[in-house]
């Protein structure tokens, strides 16, 4: 078997388009160049601060004209053909291309950019700056339906190494602070393409949540992802234990279906992880999305989501953790976040964690290896 190999091109419209061969790929090196005629990028979004929280929110309006839930000969995430002249010019196994209409970027720099994290942290009536950054789409298969779970582990293994690399790339952005990869599944999410497929964000800040557990360290005052990892590894909400990672259900889980992963050493971020721990990752995740999907007759809606230390700042506190969340409670039934939970940010949670433990547990057994 060959390794995996990763080739950048450019879209008509100068955007960046990788494609990361499989190391067992049966496609040749040579790709296509996109034939569309180069169209107009819409200008960067501005952000705007709630004085009441002091969170940026980006006001990104040509999001708006991005494409909902094509038929299959529309798909713009499928390889290009003289019917659909798509985002992607050739057939991939995994490919990452600047999306359309991004919330952050496709700017860096400017003089409305942020100058730093202590101007965004000024909080006052009025103040806006533009959202520079990166949005990143990463399709997992040439396929129009599909999805991770579904996929070998060669193409698992070659979606893992297109995060860790992307998260390097986008970290060496200037005016990056942190970079988050996550996947969207189902339309109970609000996902607007059946395609199997991801996104990256590169933030100009650090996120609300980060900034949060930033807080949290701080009063915790003690290493808490090695106590945190000790802790969920002695309970009975553990999932899947390997070498390098385990997977396991929170202590405190907010949502019906709620798996965390942690890291056996500490790590900021995917870029920072070895060849053996992607590995490994690889095939666990792959282990944990079909137990996911053995739950219940029909696929199961969630969002997973790559928790990573900011490029900048709290490298040596924070570890890299995924999170996979969904909000189905029942085969028929949707968790909404309703008054509580969206107003208060005061969650209740439906299902104790070990009972939902003790159902993943059962479901991944029936998947097998």
Request: proline content about 9%.
């Amino acid at each position: 078997m060959g390794r995996i190999t990763k080739r950048a091109y450019k879209l008509s419209d100068g955007r960046d388009i990788i494609y990361f061969d499989d190391a067992d790929t049966v496609l040749p090196p040579e790709r296509g160049d996109d034939l569309r005629e180069p169209a107009v990028r819409p200008p960067t979004a501005t952000m705007r601060q709630d004085v009441l929280t002091g969170e940026w929110i980006s006001i990104a309006a040509a999001r708006q004209n991005r494409v909902v839930l094509p038929p299959s000969h529309l798909d713009p995430l499928a390889p290009a053909s003289p019917e659909n002249p798509s985002e992607i010019p050739s057939l991939y196994d995994v490919a990452v291309f600047e999306n359309k209409s991004p919330s952050f970027g496709p700017e860096l720099a400017g003089a409305a950019a942020p100058e730093g994290l202590a101007d965004l942290a000024r909080v006052g009536l009025g103040r806006s700056r533009q959202s520079v950054g990166r949005c990143e789409v990463v399709c997992f298969s040439p396929e129009h339906t599909g999805s991770l779970a579904g996929l070998p582990l060669s193409r698992m293994r070659t979606v893992v190494e297109a995060w860790a690399d992307r998260t390097a790339a986008l970290s060496a952005l200037p005016g990056v602070e942190q970079v988050f990869p996550f996947e969207n599944r189902g339309e109970a999410i609000g996902v607007t393409l059946h395609h199997p497929h991801g996104q990256i964000y590169a933030y100009p800040y650090i996120t609300p949540r980060t900034a949060q557990l930033i807080r949290t360290i701080e009063d915790y005052g003690g290493p808490l992802f090695e106590d945190i990892l000790s802790f969920e590894q002695k309970s009975e909400r553990v999932l899947l234990q390997g070498d390098h990672w385990t997977a396991f259900v929170p202590f405190a889980a907010r949502w019906p279906l709620e798996v965390h992963m942690l890291p056996h050493r500490h790590v900021p971020d995917l870029a920072a992880t070895t060849g053996e721990e992607r590995d490994e990752f690889s095939r666990l995740y792959g282990r944990l999305l079909r137990g996911v999907d053995a739950l219940y007759d029909t696929p199961t809606p969630y969002i997973s989501a790559w928790h990573q230390a900011p490029v900048h700042a709290h490298r040596d506190d924070i570890r890299l953790m995924l999170q996979l969340t969904s909000p189905r409670r029942e085969e028929t039934k949707l968790k909404y976040l309703a008054g509580s939970e969206a107003a208060m940010g005061a969650f209740i949670a439906d299902i104790p964690p070990e009972t939902a433990a003790a159902r993943l547990r059962e479901a991944i057994g029936k998947t097998g290896r």
